[in-house]
């Protein structure tokens, strides 16, 4: 009988590793933190639907601000940004060594895994190096940042092109997100049968409502960047805190604002729902 060679022993050890305990517990810690984020962006958000928000931005370095300011916030922020860089290596892991599931080792899959990786990756470093001391990730910078970049894109040779494909894919990212919350696909990623009755019906509200959320913001971001394009305007290209406060100037107002808030908050509690019974 033919003995495996050394290389492909290695690769076999190196897939174990992948898909044993250690990168499981840093996965269950980057929704913890990703979880963190969503809670805290809902409730600014909340926040600013119904008064001026205490000055704060309801996007990724308004959360940093407000947990900053709490007892050990920087000890906090630096653990938050560990963890999420444990969320980018579980990604990277996946574009590796293939995803759970029977189709996990697509091709589709591993580029996913591939984007989010470097997503969470650069969340990672701009938290970490917030914790540090740069506070250019600081509060309203996604704003500015989207309209920098913006800027520059429409300036290159067909960039009003660039930039509403760029616009249009974040759109349909949006409709993805929130088709796949609204049809429970997220429950093909899960462990239910270790959940009660009570708590399959728990995750599904919070995996549909939050879901649904996440993935209406992406879409009426994805829809500014299109007008910017459109109109070669970067200022109406926004970042998480002015596509938020866009909600509350709808016939809807404040109330639509904070169904949305509600929403995000509720994705950040379906994130430590997936800390719990993801598969992994």
Request: charged share 20%; net charge positive; glycine share 16%.
């Amino acid at each position: 009988m033919r003995l495996p060679s050394a290389t492909t022993r290695g690769k076999n050890k190196a897939r174990q590793a992948a898909k044993g305990r250690g990168v499981a517990a840093v996965a269950r810690a980057g929704f913890v933190g990703r979880g963190v984020l969503y809670l805290l962006i809902g409730a600014l958000a909340l926040r600013i639907a119904f008064s001026d928000g205490g000055g704060r931005q309801a996007d990724r370095g308004g959360a940093l601000a407000e947990i900053a300011e709490k007892p050990f916030g920087n000890i906090l922020l630096w653990l938050l940004g560990a963890a999420l860089a444990g969320m980018a290596l579980w990604r990277l892991s996946e574009v590796c060594f293939g995803q759970a599931g029977p189709d996990g080792d697509k091709a589709s899959k591993r580029a996913l895994a591939g984007a989010r990786c470097v997503f969470y990756g650069f969340v990672s470093y701009s938290i970490l190096a917030y914790a540090a001391g740069d506070k250019g990730s600081g509060s309203g910078e996604s704003d500015r940042q989207t309209q920098d970049a913006t800027a520059k894109v429409l300036d290159w040779p067909a960039g009003q092109w660039i930039v509403a494909a760029a616009g249009a894919g974040v759109v349909g990212a949006g409709l993805w997100i929130a088709g796949r919350a609204l049809m429970r696909k997220f429950r093909d990623r899960l462990r239910l049968s270790e959940m009660s009755h009570h708590q399959r019906r728990g995750v599904d509200i919070l995996g549909i409502a939050g879901g649904t959320a996440r993935g209406v913001v992406f879409g009426v971001a994805g829809g500014f960047a299109v007008t910017a394009a459109l109109q070669h305007e970067p200022g109406e290209a926004k970042g998480m805190d002015n596509t938020l406060r866009s909600f509350a100037d709808t016939t809807g107002g404040p109330w639509l604002l904070a169904l949305i808030a509600l929403g995000l908050a509720t994705f950040g509690l379906f994130s430590w729902a997936n800390a719990r019974w993801r598969k992994f």
